[in-house]
């Protein structure tokens, strides 16, 4: 059985060490002369502890997640890099399972969390099942220009790094 404590430690790996993910995928259609597209989202860890890796994998397929792995090889920008396993869901129904799950623990990405549940559940009322039907460029356009509303970085100001030993933004 899975406790709130798994539920935030699993939070706690995401906000550090995962990726909540919204991106479009384009296809030609069946004549091969238009392109149609939807969203696709996806929650993934990347690391090199394969317990930690293990102990996730333990934790989604409590919850009925379809997942998968993939082993990501050395960077090739920084030979330093190990190989790392990467552990991923994707599809409405997997990361809206996920997300509920573990949205109330989540603190860096808990905005993109809400931006994705916020996202799946209006595909749901439009009716769109989860098997790649396409959506009009326009909502695609218009969910992107939220999506990178959302994404944008916090601006931290200069003044920042001579705060030392203070809580930050307390003057």
């Known amino acids: 059985m899975i406790e709130n404590t798994d539920l935030a430690w699993m939070a706690g790996i ?8 919204f991106f479009d995928k384009r296809k030609l259609n069946i004549k091969k002369t238009k392109q149609y597209g939807w969203i696709t989202t996806a929650i993934s860890v990347t690391n090199c502890d394969e317990f930690m890796i293990k102990r996730i994998s333990q934790i989604w397929h409590e919850l009925g997640l379809n997942f998968h792995y993939t082993l990501q090889k050395n960077n090739t920008r920084n030979k330093k890099w190990n190989e790392a396993l990467k552990i991923q869901t994707t599809g409405l129904n997997n990361c809206k399972k996920l997300l509920e799950k573990i949205e109330p623990f989540l603190w860096n990405k808990k905005y993109l969390a809400k931006f994705l549940l916020e996202y799946i559940n209006w595909r749901q009322i439009k009716g769109f099942d989860p098997f790649r039907k396409p959506i009009s460029k326009e909502e695609i356009e218009n969910w992107f220009n939220l999506y990178h509303i959302v994404k ?19 003057g």
């Open 152 to 170: 944008q970085p916090k601006i931290i100001s200069p003044e920042t790094t001579r705060k030392a030993s203070k809580i930050l933004g307390s």
């Open 14 to 21: 995401i906000d550090g060490e995962g990726s909540i993910m």
